[in-house]
């Protein structure tokens, strides 16, 4: 019976403290058992609450499982397993640690029962998944992961204050339907929201996944804003600005990968586009549309997964990962080029892979609860997505001009884990139904009909003419050496710039007071300076007697007004 209360976290963080004093083949083995283990577990665990206690009068369940919960549970350890096997060849110590204690942090929050469990993860989430970004161990990683982190322990200090305030005016900390009715909720909806990337509150992601090591980011990509997501999920559905923020979230980033040079930048800003997708079906709040969240969730953990190991492995094995320096690599890296490939369908949505299956549920949803012109808006980022992740990313990462180089596959670990995923994205996309039993709602829901199977199609037909059109026409946005800003702008031009004149007007202001004052004051020593000169003939001969003689004749004066005010 033990065994079933034990929350899925604990075989993460032991596996850790157990991988920290072992090395070689032994941490691996150790690594990979953690995720196998825990996922054989899981699945035998009922729904219900296996453990709580009560703390300070209120009721504290560190650990809840329901249907939400276990699909999220079960996607965190395949995560964990693909990413685990991605990074075996890896060396350091820390980046293996930190990846095991963020999958586990990501489990803790995903079972949690109460608002305390989730700050304390919430936190964890933050702190542990930092070391992944400076495992890169260069300057822009160590600064990206500064501003990460101030982001992120922001997002929890909101939800601790927003929690509080919860715990007052509910009298609990239970973790279930909160909406948008109070303060509290208020403030717990904008930690979410800052973690799920909603837009202004999103450039921690683009700006410090692709900063991260090659292996950190395939782990970034999987938990932080499925988490917010799955947070969403469970406190919000139905909440109607969730739609709109989420149909923004789907189009603008559209602009920006399109424009970016970074591939690992253009995966992040596809990673908030697809983030789009899951809120508008949570904000729509209906099962069909739930359902398309989570599953969508699902899907691209993997698909998206997919996509990050392979430009991480571009990135490993060639020292580049911008799009002006790549082209012609699947002459020597056909395995990874064809894994791309498929990850780039899926996440394009192609009948047969795992993208179709889920995203059109959102739509479906969207259409059927009269929100037509966000369908629309999803159907247009949905040809962006091509354009930006389907066609883009391949195109000039392996195809495009030849760069001249030669570099081979990378190590087998990373490709069986690009295999792996690759196998998921057509297994789901062939087989769906095994997704749609692990939802939450029970849905008859079928994704291949004539109808969606021809508008799907279609679309991606017209969104690869336009590419093509647009590419022999020159119209196409070159990829070149550059750096672009969004939201950032403010903090690295606009802040910085108003800063910059307000001081200069500040000091300039304060060197004319000075200026005035030293002037003042030099008027003055040589006003005293010249009566001096003047008294030392009368008084004394030299300075000194002189400068005593004017101090006595001031201090009787001021003596002589006292006595004359106190009569």
Known sequence: MWMIELPPFIPFFLGAIIAAFTRGLLRKIVMILIPILGALHLSLVPDGLHLQFTLMGYQIVPYRVDKLSLIFGYIFHIAAFIGIVYALHVKNTLEQLAALLYAGSALGAAFAGDLLTLFIFWELLAFTSVFLIWARQTHNSYTAGMRYLIIQVLSGVLLLVGAIFYAGEHNSLAFNYIGLDGIASWLIFIALGIKCAFPIAHNWLTDAYPEASATGTVFLSAFTTKVAVYALARAYPGTELLVYIGATMACFPIFF?????????VLAYSLINQVGFMVVGIGIGTALAVNGAVAHAFNDVIFKGLLFMSMGAVLHMTGKINGSELGGLYKTMPKTTLLCIIGAASISA?????????KSMVMTAAINEGYSWVWLILLFASAGVFHHAGIKIPYFAFFAHDSGIRASDPPKNMLAAMAIAAALCIGIGIYPQGLYALLPFETNYSAY????????????FFSALAFVWLSLRGL??????????????LYRRAIPTVLERLFAHIWQIDRRLRLKAQAVLNSCIHYFDRKNSLLNGVFSPNYPAGGMAIWLAIVLAFYLLLSFTSH
């Open 350 to 358: 192609f009948p047969l892979f795992s993208g179709f299956v889920s």
């Open 257 to 265: 990968a399109v424009i970016e040079n970074d591939l690992r930048r």
């Open 449 to 460: 009909d004539v109808t969606h199977v021809l508008a799907q199609t279609q679309l991606l």
């Open 476 to 489: 196409y946005p070159p990829e070149l050496p550059s750096t672009n800003l969004d939201v950032d702008w």
